[in-house]
């Protein structure tokens, strides 16, 4: 999250998917006068501009696009998932709540070790109740909408209730999914009777696709609210679906979900040249590894390259890859392990690392900047997160992380 000088900036990262407030207009976001609501998907994003023209928030627009990506992308994000939420006001103001999904209580660090204290196989990880946590968006949108909600919680369901009761077209993008990783929504009976055909292909794109099941389950939580899916019937069935998929003990429980409580973090925060850049602290990775990343290349002139210089791409990303080894040996969960948040932004460690990177060559060795331990580098591409940012009229800007399937490695 950005302060007020870098709103301007947001805008021109809108997406094509980006919906303006004005329904009648093609206008840039920057050039409404009542904000702005970018996601990955147009219809869920046009869902956040419904709330902003009722003159919702920022954080009711946001809430209502999750929403819709529930509908519309349910292959990586939605309220069987996680996710981190930052919200910025025109002064400066940041805060940042953390839905991100939680194990079972009884579970243990070996939890993904078979008898013999090997590492499971991927596919029996992957594909069962061992990498399912407690969902946390309902909650998280709950307490966002508690802070900073302007319309009924019950109106913000209700593009999301339309698209899955009407239906919505099959993506180009949700039929590439399909292809190469539908083999996972097709061991539950009722994904694939919803996405595949009789023959058992991926529906083709522009195929309408109605969920009324899922249309009457917000229904119920719009009404009920998020209580009704953290506790009883929806509650009940996810726990005992969960455990009876999970091939060992400590499985979730009625008591897990119920447990479960979205829990407000402290941002991180440093400065860029004359920026105050504000995100998501741990057990995010997002602020101190985008910190790290312009404090490596604060000493290059990177205004005199052109976006197209090679030199650019070069620096940029060597300085990724110094950021990333950090990142994957020191970013966990800070309930659990301690995360040394000031040293990975100090500027003066952020120089010195900095300094390794040359406009020449590349760097044929990377490791963390203050531990001999290395990154094992083994995570597969991820393709199951889906990033959305809402902006109010009163300037107040949300960005939101909302996170389920997390990986397209192959499955053997």
């Known amino acids: ?28 976001p920057a050039a409404s006068a009542r904000g702005m ?22 954080t009711d627009a946001a809430i209502a696009t999750m929403l819709a990506l529930t ?13 981190f939420y930052l919200r910025g006001t025109a002064n400066g103001k940041v805060e940042t709540l953390d839905g991100r999904e939680t194990a079972p209580a009884d579970a243990t660090p070996d939890w993904f070790l078979s008898e013999n204290g090997k590492p499971v196989a991927y596919r029996k990880a992957v594909t069962s109740g061992l990498s399912i946590g407690v969902p946390g968006n309902l909650a998280l949108a709950s307490e966002a909408h508690r802070r900073h909600g302007k319309l009924s919680w019950a109106t913000l369901f209700e593009p999301a209730i339309k698209l899955a009761r009407e239906g919505w077209s099959v993506s180009e993008r949700f039929h590439k999914f399909l292809s190469f990783a539908g083999h996972r929504a097709s061991r539950d009976p009722a994904g694939k009777a919803l996405f595949f055909s009789a023959d058992g292909q991926p529906l083709p794109i522009g195929t309408i696709v109605r969920n009324p099941e899922l249309a009457e389950t917000l229904g119920r939580i719009a009404s009920a609210g998020p209580e009704s899916f953290y506790r009883g019937p929806i509650a009940e069935q996810m726990a005992r679906k969960v455990a009876k998929d999970t091939p060992q003990a400590a499985a979730m429980t009625e008591r897990d979900v119920a447990s479960y409580k979205a829990m407000p973090r402290d941002p991180v925060c440093g400065m860029y040249r004359t920026y105050r850049i504000c995100g998501m602290g741990p057990p995010s990775s997002g602020a101190t590894t985008v910190l790290a990343i312009l404090g490596q290349l604060e000493h290059f002139d990177l205004g005199a390259m ?11 990303a060597e300085s990724q890859r110094l950021a990333y080894a950090d990142r994957e040996r ?7 392990v301690a995360v ?25 060795d990377v490791q963390p900047g203050f531990d001999n331990a290395p990154p094992d580098g083994m995570e597969p591409p991820e393709h199951g ?25 192959a499955d053997d």
Not at 42 to 48: F, L, V
Not at 342 to 349: E, K, S
């Open 1 to 28: 999250m950005i302060n007020r000088l870098l709103l301007p900036a947001l805008a021109l990262l809108c997406l094509p998917a980006c919906a303006t407030t004005q329904q009648d207009s093609p206008a840039a």
């Open 37 to 58: 609501v970018s996601a990955a998907d147009p219809r869920a994003a046009e869902a956040g501009a419904q709330m902003l023209r009722k003159g919702g928030s920022a």
């Open 71 to 83: 509908v519309v992308e349910p292959q990586s994000s939605g309220i069987g998932g996680g996710g």
């Open 306 to 316: 052109r976006a197209d210089s090679p030199v650019f791409w070069h620096v940029f």
């Open 330 to 336: 020191f970013l966990a969960d800070p309930d659990f």
């Open 340 to 364: 040394p948040v000031p040293r990975l932004i100090d500027p003066d460690y952020l120089a010195q690392r900095g300094a390794l990177i040359s406009r020449a060559e590349t760097l044929s």
């Open 385 to 409: 997160t889906s990033h959305f940012v809402a902006v109010d009229r009163a300037g107040n800007a949300v960005s939101y992380t909302c996170l389920l399937y997390t990986s397209d490695a």
